[in-house]
């Protein structure tokens, strides 16, 4: 490709040099600039790509495009100017994999929580239905079953764009994309017009310095989709319903329980018998019927009802979303594990009181006998963040496992002594084993009939982060290890039973 065709429809500024450069690929990280590749200086919160032209130059760049006046000596480097380098990189990016968005038919979902649940189920749903499905999310970008993993819920526009090409190449019909608050008030995604667009619900999240300035900036931000859609699908119980909806764009559809929606949530009721553990969904409106939810909890049917209003609008036969919704599991996202019909082990993302509370609290609404919760905390954590996972646990749950969970660079054995107070303090009974492998399977063959197991913090990471080390660990590959016979009778250390 030639650079004046990666610049075609954008507004730039040739400082010097020719258009008529022969280029490769995009790059906006100087350690990763390959021969030909065109140098994007991208301004971030931490770095400024304009203070690494000398090391691109170095490696052989031609061509570089900034959004400030640079001294370059070199004649012969090609200089563009562009007003944002960060706002035109999606264009400059779907320009180089020519314009991936426009062969897919675009889902997109926002809120603070519910967004990886209800992509899975959509996922599930269009599966069932035989359709190719791509997803772009928390887990990471899911390519004919493949994961990708990234730092970021929705990643920088370039990589947005290289994965819908990859999405086209592999006959993938539908893209199901996590749109995070950050990713809208930034711009990554701003050049993609979304066929549809959900809204799970909001409360107060990455508020902070180096996130949104205030409540209000974060609120805004997510209610942006809803002018880059065709259809967006609200929940109408969501006290941000208004602001998500008064400058929308859109054709807005509704669902909820609370007012007269499009869909209506009837009745919600726990279910646990044999195998299943999950939720019935009763509907009204555009459909009237039952459904089971292969995931616990009120929010659960909530996000079922987003998936099942969207696949009703795409005319997905019913009994594909009765399928998809009884068999989908989200990797982290309490993912259930059924043990011999005995006892269930849940891995959840749960890694602060809100969550943790809200895990235990649901999971108690269901026919268990004991809830056993296996815990750390994460390195860079307040004392009192420590502190009160202990007296959520403590009060909740009928035993506490306190193990390791990412210390970082920090010490483990004070973490858990912070946790520990958190526990004693409420009369919470407890056990600690730091390794945590150990002490996950101390508790999978130590459990009793109808325990519930939760597995907390870890969710869909498959690594351990100890001294600035990423060590591999994956509490699923644990478990169906476990499931296969191995290390059911292995106890590495030794304690009472539970």
Not at 290 to 313: E, H, K, M, R, V
Not at 420 to 429: A, F, L, R, T, Y
């Amino acid at each position: 490709m030639q650079l004046k065709e990666l610049l075609k429809d954008i507004p730039y500024q040739l400082v010097r040099g020719n258009l008529e450069v022969e280029i490769k690929d995009i790059c906006y990280d100087s350690r990763d600039y390959q021969k030909k590749d065109v140098f994007v200086c991208l301004v971030g919160i931490d770095t400024d790509g304009h203070q690494y032209i000398e090391d691109v130059i170095k490696k052989g760049c031609q061509v570089i495009i900034t959004s400030k006046e640079v001294d370059v000596n070199d004649n012969d480097i090609t200089i563009i100017r562009v007003d944002d380098t960060r706002r035109k990189l999606p264009y400059l990016s779907a320009n180089l994999f020519h314009h991936p968005a426009d062969k897919l038919i675009k889902i997109a979902i926002t809120g603070t929580k519910g967004k990886t649940s209800t992509s899975w189920m959509i996922k599930n749903i269009l599966e069932a239905a035989q359709e190719k499905v791509g997803v772009i999310g928390t887990i990471g970008t899911i390519i004919d079953g493949k994961i990708t993993s990234h730092k970021n819920t929705t990643p920088e526009s370039y990589l947005v764009q290289k994965y819908m090409r990859k999405m086209v190449n592999a006959g993938v019909k539908y893209l199901i994309m996590e749109a995070s608050s950050q990713a809208l008030w930034v711009g990554r995604i701003q050049n993609i017009v979304f066929d549809y667009g959900i809204f799970t619900n909001l409360s107060i999240d990455h508020v902070g310095p180096r996130e949104h300035a205030s409540y209000d900036d974060y609120a805004n931000s997510k209610a942006l989709l809803f002018k880059q859609c065709k259809v967006g699908i609200f929940n109408q119980d969501d006290m941000e319903f208004t602001r998500m909806t008064k400058e929308a764009t859109c054709e807005i559809l509704t669902y909820g329980k609370k007012k007269e929606s499009n869909l209506m949530i009837k009745e919600v009721s726990p279910i646990h018998e044999n195998d299943f553990l999950g939720t019935k969904l009763q509907t009204e409106g555009v459909i009237q019927d039952d459904f089971l939810i292969s995931s616990p909890g009120d929010f659960s049917a909530y996000n079922a009802a987003a998936a099942i209003l969207l696949a009703n609008t795409l005319k997905i036969n019913i009994r594909y979303i009765k399928e998809g919704l009884q068999t989908f599991q989200v990797p982290g996202r309490l993912q259930i594990f059924n043990i011999d019909n005995r006892f269930k082990v849940v891995i959840d993302f749960a890694h602060n009181k809100l969550s943790m509370e809200s895990v235990i609290q649901t999971m108690r609404k269901y026919r268990v006998n004991r809830i056993i919760t296996l815990f750390g905390c994460g390195g860079g954590r307040s004392y009192d963040r420590r502190v009160e996972l202990g007296c959520i646990s403590g009060k909740l749950a009928d035993l506490s496992i306190i193990t390791t969970d990412n210390p970082r660079w920090d010490d483990v054995h004070l973490i858990n002594a912070d946790i520990k107070k958190g526990i004693e303090s409420v009369g919470g009974k407890y056990l600690i084993i730091e390794d945590r492998k150990e002490a996950i399977l101390y508790a999978l063959n130590h459990a009793k009939e109808r325990d519930v197991i939760l597995l907390l913090g870890k969710g869909h990471e498959n690594f351990q982060e100890i001294k600035g080390i990423k060590y591999d660990f994956n509490e699923t590959e644990i478990i169906k290890t476990y499931l296969k016979g191995e290390n059911a009778n292995d106890e590495s250390i030794k304690l009472s039973k539970l």
